[in-house]
C-alpha cells in the first residue's frame, strides 16, 4: 500500500500543470535539464496505467485512423516552414480551409490537419457533425487568442506550449504526463539544441526502437507522426520518426531518429496530453481577448523540421 501511495503522488505530481515565470520555446536551458530522469516504471504488480481509458471519452480512435489515411495519400510530400496544410480542408457545409504552399506541410500544421481529417472520418462513421458547430471555420485558419490554430501555432502568450494546452484551452482535451500517454495522444517536445516539434504520440520504444505495450523501465523514447524532413518530396512531410531521450545518446533505431529530446516533468518543455470525444467538449473558451495579445507568429528557426536522419 505504501509503494502505491508514492507512485500516485508522484503521477500526480508530474500531471500538475507548471508554474512560474513564462517559458522561452527557443531558449531552452538544456544543461539544467538534460540530466532529467524518467518517472520510474509501475512497481510489481501495478498496472502501466493507474486507469484505462474509456474508448467513448476519448478521440484517439480517429486521430490513428487520420494519421494512416493521411500518410496512406499524402505521406512525404515535402516539408515547408511557411505552408500549412497538404490540400485543401472541408469544414462540412462552411466550404474549404484553404492549404497555402500545398501540398508542402510542416509540424504544427500537420497536428491541425490530422484533427480535422479525424473529423470527416468520425462524421462518416457516426452521423454525427457536431464537430463542426462546436467552433467556426476562421477558429481552424486564424491566428488570434480566439483561434484553436493561434494556440496550436504555440504562444505562451495565450498560455499554450502545444497541441495539448490548445486543445485544453478549447475544452477539447485533457492534460496527460509522459508516462501515462495512450497512442493518439498530442506532444510538444524540446531539443537540446534549441529546437522543438508537434508530434502525434504512437508509442514508447525501447533502446532497440521495438514499441513497448506501455510505459516501463525500457522506455528510452517514443514513436510519433508528425511532418518534417526536407523540402523534397519523398524526403521530407508527413512521415515518421523515433524520438530519443538526451540521456541515452543517439541509439541505432530501424526507423529515421530524432535524437537530443528532452525529457522533463514540466509541461512548458514536455507538453502532453488527450483529445476528448466531441460529447465531452465542455464549451470553454480561453480566458483571451482583445487585440493586446496580437496573432501568433511562427517561429520557424525553432519549427525547423529537421530531424537527426534528415
Not at 499524402?74 to 511557411?82: A, K, M, T
Not at 470527416?120 to 490554430?149: C, M, N
Not at 502568450?157 to 475544452?171: E, Q, R
Request: charged share 20%; glycine share 12%; hydrophobic share 40%.
Amino acid at each position: 500500500m505504501t509503494n502505491l501511495f508514492a507512485v500516485l503522488i508522484f503521477i500526480f505530481a508530474c500531471a500538475a500543470p507548471s508554474g512560474g515565470a513564462e517559458f522561452d520555446l527557443g531558449r531552452v536551458n538544456a544543461a539544467a535539464i538534460v540530466s532529467a530522469t524518467l518517472p520510474p516504471a509501475p512497481g510489481p504488480g501495478l498496472p502501466f496505467r493507474v486507469s484505462s481509458p474509456r474508448e467513448d471519452k476519448y478521440f484517439n480512435a480517429y486521430v490513428l485512423k487520420a494519421i494512416d489515411l493521411l500518410y496512406s495519400k499524402y505521406g512525404l510530400l515535402g516539408y515547408g516552414v511557411n505552408a500549412d496544410f497538404t490540400h485543401d480542408l472541408p469544414y462540412h457545409t462552411s466550404g474549404a480551409i484553404r492549404a497555402l504552399a500545398a501540398p508542402r506541410t510542416m509540424c504544427v500544421a500537420a497536428q491541425l490537419e490530422i484533427i480535422l481529417t479525424a473529423y470527416e472520418i468520425y462524421g462518416r462513421e457516426t452521423g454525427d457533425y457536431s464537430v463542426y458547430a462546436y467552433l467556426p471555420k476562421r477558429s481552424y485558419a486564424g491566428l488570434s487568442a480566439a483561434d484553436l490554430k493561434g494556440h496550436i501555432w504555440v504562444n505562451p502568450k495565450f498560455k499554450s506550449y502545444g497541441t495539448a494546452d490548445a486543445l485544453i484551452n478549447f475544452g477539447m482535451g485533457e492534460r496527460r504526463s509522459f508516462s501515462e500517454l495512450e497512442p493518439g495522444d498530442f506532444l510538444n517536445l524540446n531539443r537540446n539544441n534549441k529546437t522543438g516539434h508537434a508530434v502525434a504520440f504512437l508509442g514508447y520504444i525501447d533502446s532497440s526502437g521495438g514499441i513497448l505495450p506501455g510505459y516501463g523501465p525500457e522506455v528510452v523514447g517514443f514513436k510519433y507522426f508528425s511532418a518534417q524532413g526536407s523540402a523534397a518530396p519523398g524526403r521530407g512531410g508527413l512521415d515518421y520518426r523515433y524520438a530519443v531521450f538526451s540521456q541515452f545518446g543517439c541509439l541505432k533505431m530501424p526507423y529515421k531518429r530524432d535524437c537530443g529530446i528532452i525529457y522533463s516533468a514540466d509541461q512548458k518543455i514536455l507538453n502532453a496530453g488527450r483529445m476528448l470525444a466531441p460529447a465531452y467538449w465542455t464549451g470553454t473558451r480561453p480566458a483571451l481577448s482583445g487585440k493586446a495579445f496580437g496573432e501568433t507568429a511562427l517561429d520557424a528557426d525553432f519549427f525547423s523540421g529537421i530531424t537527426t536522419d534528415d
